[in-house]
């Protein structure tokens, strides 16, 4: 059973267009996270969500929003798609306390 | 603000070789310390962590020793396997972020080879 699941697995899309990544953990966890790991393999988170509320916003352009339509569920939409979003995105999750993050095995958005 | 540096890979070493990937922290409180591994094509998982001073981390065989008085988390294993080929993330966490804000290193890529 997949903890963390996330799709597409790849996605490759021209500039200027909008897509979608969805995001799905079957653990019960309270909070959900998005990561951005770029072509150097450094990885920076971006948001996150505690039952459906925003509580994290990192210094993101507004082009990406995420939405958390429920806690099992967080989906990260980006507008008006540019070169530098070429990375891969992962979705995290955790439940509270001193627990560690469960990552999605992650999203290669390639912008071309 | 909270930085982490490791050391540049990609590290290859033989099988059974002794392996050493040293990470240095700096930060304004007494953050968290956490070892993360990436397999290819997957994502990333937790492989030790340690929580406070002097706290020693350890799992599959690795081990990682949160000095405070260097601040480092250098991860070591006696004797790496092929299948420890995968990407090392050192990270941190501070309160009262909790351990989902991590703030990683920028990875360290190591290749065994048989």
């Known amino acids: 059973d997949t903890a963390v699941s996330q799709t597409p697995k790849y996605l490759v899309t021209q500039m200027g267009n909008d897509k979608s990544i969805k995001c799905e953990q079957n653990?019960?966890?309270?909070?959900m996270y998005w990561y951005k790991q770029d072509s150097k393999k450094f990885l920076k988170i971006m948001f996150s969500y505690n039952n459906k509320e925003l509580i994290i916003n990192e210094t993101v352009p507004n082009r990406f929003s995420p939405k958390s339509p429920d806690k099992a569920h967080l989906n990260l939409h980006i507008n008006s798609l540019e070169l530098g979003d070429s990375a891969v995105y992962f979705c995290?999750?955790?439940?509270?306390?001193?627990?560690?993050?469960?990552f999605g095995n992650g999203t290669r958005l390639t912008v071309t | 603000g909270d930085s982490v540096t490791q050391m540049e890979g990609p590290v290859t070493l033989s099988e059974e070789a002794f392996l050493t990937i040293n990470c240095t922290y700096t930060a304004t409180g007494y953050p968290s310390l956490f070892w993360y591994v990436q397999y290819p094509g997957e994502g990333l998982q937790l492989l030790l962590k340690a929580t406070k001073a002097d706290d020693k981390g350890s799992n599959k065989g690795f081990e990682a020793t949160y000095r405070k008085e260097t601040t480092s988390f250098h991860l070591e294993k006696g004797s790496v396997q092929v299948s420890d080929s995968a990407v090392y993330f050192c990270a941190l966490s501070e309160p009262p972020d909790s351990w989902g804000k991590l703030q990683f290193g920028a990875g360290t890529q190591v290749v065994v080879t048989p």
């Open positions: 653990l019960g966890h309270d909070t």
């Open positions: 995290a999750s955790r439940t509270g306390g001193v627990s560690p993050l469960h």
